[in-house]
């Protein structure tokens, strides 16, 4: 059963939704976008747009909040993200999900709000007050179903090429290893245990990536481009895994990979599509969560 708001279902107050008329020009829309990091996780990036005054005005005063609500059926999963700005990415681990993901965007109350009114209720609603409840929905839009299989299962195929493992020693620098067919990053013993505390929050998987997966993936890089043959790597089912996924965007890897602008820090980057910044913007959404 898609994650679904039912358009015939009756609220006690006006809410903006298609197909729905309380407001008579103000409208909700949310954009979704997906893509797998380098570390295998499913990545939504959102943007939520409302030009209702009133609506605004309570989210920027902290008693509403924009939700993306994401449920997959098959393995119960369940979570709510939320945020007070209008774009955010969300971080589900794969291994939370399989056969399609549904999700729904909406604004939700934080808090009790007393006489609220709007000037752009429609004529059933002139001159009417609601007293809403944290928790009341204020907007809605449902998103068609995200097969995963749709996506061309790269995340998945990109999550196979990384392995992180406990190294015997202790407060040593972490290392990387590619002789294998993973590319296998070793942590210090306490490093280790704190990263496997963390690694399945999806609020901390953009900071995990970009302190573990990117510098990684920058030694990868490193290492490609000083074999300009790949003798010692071609064989491995990582090396074959980058090159597939390239080629889904149609870019030959080695060619892409051996050219002079195209720096080690920059392909790892591109692979992991701006990590720095999804890493920041998870600071922001962790701070905003405290805050509020």
Same mark, same amino acid.
């Given at each position: 059963?898609?994650?679904? $708001?039912?358009?015939?279902?009756?609220? =006690?107050?006006?809410? $903006?939704?298609? *197909?729905?008329?309380?407001?008579? =020009?103000c409208t909700f829309a949310a954009e979704m976008n997906y893509f797998g990091d380098a570390a295998g996780n499913l990545v939504l990036d959102v943007n939520f747009r409302t030009d209702c005054a009133e609506i605004l005005r309570l989210i920027a005063h902290g008693d509403?909040?924009?939700?993306?609500?994401?449920?997959c059926p098959p393995t119960l999963y369940r979570e709510i993200f939320c945020s007070t700005v209008e774009k955010f990415s969300c971080t589900i681990p794969n291994e939370r999900i399989k056969t399609h993901l549904d999700c729904m965007a909406l604004i939700v109350l934080t808090r009790d709000v007393k006489n609220f009114s709007c000037g752009d209720w429609n004529a059933d609603f002139d001159g009417l007050t609601f007293d809403l409840q944290r928790g009341n929905v204020l907007a809605y839009q449902n998103f068609q179903p995200l097969t995963l299989e749709d996506a061309e299962n790269i995340f998945r195929n990109v999550a196979s090429i990384f392995s992180v493992y406990r190294r015997t020693v202790d407060?040593?620098?972490?290392?990387?290893?590619?002789?294998?067919?993973?590319?296998?990053? *070793?942590?210090?013993?306490?490093d280790y245990l704190r990263y496997r505390q963390y690694?399945?929050?999806?609020?901390?998987?953009?900071?995990?990536?970009a302190? $573990?997966?990117?510098?990684?993936?920058?030694?990868?890089?490193?290492?490609?481009?000083?074999d300009?043959?790949?003798?010692?790597? *071609?064989?491995k089912a990582w090396f074959k895994s980058l090159t597939a996924a390239y080629r889904r965007r149609k870019i030959n890897f080695a060619e892409h990979i051996l050219r002079e602008e195209n720096t080690s820090i920059r392909l790892a980057q591109e692979v992991m599509n701006l990590p720095i910044t999804r890493a920041l913007d998870g600071v922001?959404? $962790?701070?905003?969560a405290e805050d509020s």
């Open positions: 059963m898609s994650l679904k $708001i039912d358009l015939r279902r009756l609220y =006690t107050h006006p809410v $903006i939704a298609a *197909g729905r008329d309380d407001y008579r =020009t509403a909040q924009y939700i993306l609500h994401a449920e407060a040593a620098p972490f290392e990387v290893e590619l002789a294998a067919d993973k590319i296998k990053i *070793g942590l210090s013993a306490s690694c399945s929050r999806p609020d901390l998987q953009p900071l995990l990536n302190m $573990i997966i990117l510098p990684a993936l920058v030694y990868v890089f490193e290492e490609l481009k000083a300009a043959d790949f003798e010692a790597y *071609g064989d922001a959404h $962790i701070c905003d």
